[in-house]
């Protein structure tokens, strides 16, 4: 089992770090390859001694410009939430097969810690391989310098791993006795928890309705990390419950591991 899992795991890592080197390759390749030099209204090219346009960086006040670390940190743990959603069901995955997973001589505890474990590998590992490919494309640039520490980057960090863990675990919960396809509930739940973000705000539905929403959002890890967004080398981490980063970060970190614990619970119990 933790074979196969360890497998599965390997397969979805090989084919998402190619496709975060094709995107990450295709960018630095558009900013490089450019050939306009913008400085205010002026525009010019350069040309090499072999008549051809030399590769550059758009140059708009480039020397006074900062991307904050915890932007960077960010779009990585966004990386990193959608290969935890893609490992979300692998409890589900087992059931097929639970006459023969069952009768090795380990408790089904040990059986699904080892596996959350290789799945929580995997997802650290996803977090890793973007912020390799992020930094990598701006040291191909020659941009590196222009990463400005923030004091929230770590923060940003931590909840864009609680989110995702937040959401493998609450799936995994859910689909840890389903005899079904767990994927296909997996893929559902970023419908209903984008929609549910989105229907936070809207108070014509009544105050009934609206609460139900707020309560539902708790347990909603877009909801903790709906936006990201840099001004002026501060980073903007928006939310629709409400509460501060440092708190919504303790507070889907709290939920990733009772659901973990749920979970492991509930598949314990699956019939044979």
């Known amino acids: ?17 190619i496709l975060v080197a094709i ?25 090499d001694s072999n008549g051809k346009p030399e590769p550059f960086l758009p140059h708009f006040a480039v020397s006074h410009w900062r991307v904050p670390l915890g932007l960077l940190f960010g779009l ?13 069901s692998s409890l589900n995955k087992e059931n097929d097969g639970a006459n023969f997973v069952f009768t090795k001589p380990i408790s089904r505890e040990r059986l699904a810690l080892q596996h959350m474990a290789i799945d929580a590998a995997g997802i650290l590992s996803a977090f890793v391989i973007a912020c390799v490919a992020i930094f990598g494309s701006f040291a191909a640039l020659g941009l590196l310098d222009h990463i400005a520490r923030d004091a929230q980057a770590l923060w940003i960090a931590a909840l864009g791993l609680g989110i995702g863990f937040m959401w493998y675990g609450i799936m995994q919960a859910v689909t840890a006795s389903y005899r079904g396809k767990g994927g296909t509930l997996v893929a559902w739940s970023w419908a209903g928890f984008v929609i549910l973000a ?8 009544g105050s009934a309705v609206h609460a139900l929403v707020g309560a539902l959002n708790f347990f909603n890890p877009i909801a903790y990390f709906t936006t990201l967004a840099s001004s ?12 501060s ?4 970060v303790a507070i ?10 749920l979970a492991t619970r509930i598949w314990k119990n699956v019939e044979v």
């Open 1 to 17: 089992m933790d074979y196969v899992e360890f497998l599965r795991v390997r397969r979805a890592l090989i084919i998402y770090a």
């Open 23 to 47: 995107a990450a390759i295709v960018t630095v390749a558009s900013v490089s390859l450019a050939s306009v030099h913008t400085v205010g209204a002026n525009v010019s090219i350069t040309i």
């Open 76 to 88: 990585a743990g966004y990386a990193a939430v959608t290969i935890a959603t893609v490992f979300a």
């Open 198 to 205: 989105g229907v936070s705000g809207v108070t014509f539905l």
């Open 232 to 243: 002026g080398g501060n980073v903007t981490v928006a939310s629709v419950v409400g509460m």
């Open 245 to 248: 980063l440092e708190m919504r």
């Open 252 to 261: 889907a970190w709290c939920i990733a591991l009772v659901t973990c614990a």
